[in-house]
Structures are given as C-alpha cells and as structure tokens.
C-alpha cells in the first residue's frame, strides 16, 4: 500500500510569539516567570539557533508562507516596572528586539508600571510598544445601559485613545493585543477597520492561514514555563487550516464542538489530538480534510480553551481556540 505521508519543504519554520507578563519572583505566580527561569528561557532560544526577530517583522514573512529560518518574537502585556529591572539587562545583553504592550492609563500610574521615561528608554534599547487599549478594558462586555452604538464606540476609543497618546509619546507601532486575549467578531472588525494587526494569548504558530486580527501567541507564566514544553513551542509549526472565525462567547451549547478543516489533503487528520476542559477530547473526522472536536465536559464559567497538537517529526502542528463563557444568571465572570 502506497502510504501519502505529509511532507513540509525542508527547514519548514512557523511564525511563534511568546508572551509574558511579570518577569519577577515576587509577583502572582498565574502570570509570572522568575528571572532565573526566564533567563533559562533566553538561553534555550539562543542554544538552539532561534533567532528573535521584531514582531512585525515576524509576522510579516510568517503570513506569507513556511518559512527555512528559526524566527521568534519576545512580547510582554501590561507594562510592569519588573521588565526593565529584570528583563531588560538579560535581552540587552544578547540584542534581542521585544514588544511591550501598554494600556495608556497605567503608564507611570504607581511603582509596579513602567513610566513614559522607562518606555522611551526601553525604545532607546530594542523595544516597540504596542497598543493594549487605555484602560484594560474586557473589550466583549457591552454595558448593562449600552446600546450596541454605544458599546462599539466605547472600545473604538478605548483604542484610538490609546493610539493616539502612544503616537505623542512617539510610538507608532501598528501592533494591538486584546486584554485578556478577549475578542469577539464585533471588536475584531474594529481592529480590522483601524488597520491594525491584533494578537490574543491563544496558544500556537503563526502561518500563512492564521487571522491576522487574532494571530496566536504561547502564554509563559505560572505552570507553563518549563523549558521542554518551551522548545515544543519554538519549534512548532502553524496547522494548515482553512482561516474560519469561530465565535468564542458561548451561550446554549455549553460543549461546543470544534470543526478544523485541513488545507492539505495528505495530513493524516487522524492523528491530531486536542486537550481541553476535561482533558483529551474526542475527535471525530468527518472527511478526508476535516474534524470535529468535543470536549468531554461543558465548559466551565470563564476562558477556556481547545489546544490542538498534530506531531511532525520531532515537532508540532499547533492550534488553539478561545472559549469564553459566562455566569448562569448571565452575568460576566470576575476577572
Ligand atoms: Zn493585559
């Protein structure tokens, strides 16, 4: 029997984003890496020939195909002090670029944030800021007294504002990222309209089919910094996959199924495997292209998500979607 085995150009190469939060030992652990670790991090990228590019420059060359270089990009959301204390000195050392995604209203706002001094010499020193809104608003969540004029109005100026101060402090970086890796259709066409390009903390590569308003990034903090689970990330692949929006704010169907369909017939879609709530889903194919996922359990009240791996070689196929779900009375979730 003829086997048809899937086969990349090779070197084959993703587009990965990293992103981070505090680097710091003394922060909440959910969204922290310690400086030793992340140090180990910095150093697992350099041993094993990655090099760190710009983000946008990353993103460009990984939306047009597979790419034959080892490329990352280094993000950090929120804009706390502990990035230039700590993280700054280990990246300046190697001359690594990174991004930094701010909300305007907590530049300089106590001790814990970066002040626009610190981000004009963060500037001075290899790092772009991004847009991360002005106030760190959930972009989803309508008011109880808003029309929907009003809400999407709202958050179109939670984001000019943010651009516009950004721009006056000379930054003009065109990159957004979602508070909370949040979106939804509504909020991602307003990205779309502004021209920007926008990133959510769901996990995976970034490939010719990836949605260029809600390209993924591997979040690193808490459990998910260890340095195995780090070199699976560098080197995993973007899966071929028709780009379909999938809404992620879930309302009747509390077990939401997942239809993947592979843009190359000769991947063995058989051999994918997702975890989510619950753990292992099931996967059912459907065609010779296409699979539907489900999970083993409703999903519970808040984010979650489908991480879907398919084993290359010594690598991965990476995919994941974001679900969010609200309280039973309808009410959204504490953050
Ligand atoms: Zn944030």
Not at 92 to 97: E, H, I, L, V
Not at 188 to 201: A, E, N, P, T, V
């Amino acid at each position: 029997m003829l086997l048809v085995l899937f086969a990349l150009p090779e070197p084959s190469f993703s587009g990965v984003v990293l992103l981070y939060h505090h680097v710091a030992d003394d922060t909440p652990a959910l969204t922290s890496i310690t400086t030793a670790q992340f140090e180990r991090h910095l150093k697992t990228i350099e041993e094993n020939g990655y090099q760190v590019v710009p983000l946008e420059n990353l993103v460009q060359t990984s939306l047009a195909s597979f790419t034959l270089n080892k490329k990352v990009a280094i993000t950090f959301d929120d804009g706390y002090k502990n990035i230039l204390t700590n993280a700054l000195p280990l990246l300046k050392k190697r001359d690594w670029p990174f991004t930094i995604f701010v909300s305007t209203k907590f530049v300089g706002i106590s001790k814990s944030y970066l002040s626009w001094e610190d981000l004009y010499y963060l500037k001075q020193n290899g790092a772009t800021i991004g847009n991360h809104t002005h106030s760190h608003a959930h972009l989803v969540r309508r008011g109880d007294n808003e029309i929907e004029a009003e809400w999407l109005a709202r958050v179109e100026s939670e984001i000019i504002t943010a651009k516009e101060i950004l721009n006056t402090k000379g930054h003009n970086s065109g990159v957004f990222a979602y508070p909370y890796g949040e979106y939804n259709k509504e909020v991602r066409d307003i990205i779309r309209k502004l021209g920007m390009i926008g990133f959510g903390q769901q996990s995976g590569a970034i490939g010719p089919d990836s949605d260029p308003l809600i390209l993924p990034r591997f979040p690193l903090a808490g459990a998910y910094t260890g340095i195995q689970a780090l070199k699976d990330k560098l080197g995993s692949l973007a899966m071929p996959l028709e780009t379909r929006y999938q809404p992620p704010l879930i309302t009747e169907n509390l077990s939401p199924t997942l239809l993947l369909e592979f843009t190359d017939p000769s991947i063995r879609v058989e051999n994918v495997n997702c975890f989510g709530p619950g753990g292992i889903m099931e996967v059912s194919r459907t065609s010779n292209t296409e699979i539907l996922i489900k999970p083993k359990q409703e999903l519970p009240v808040g984010r979650s998500r489908y991480n879907c791996t398919l084993r290359y070689k010594d690598r991965y196929f990476w995919y994941s979607q974001l679900w969010m779900r609200k309280n039973t009375d309808g009410t959204w979730y504490k953050e």
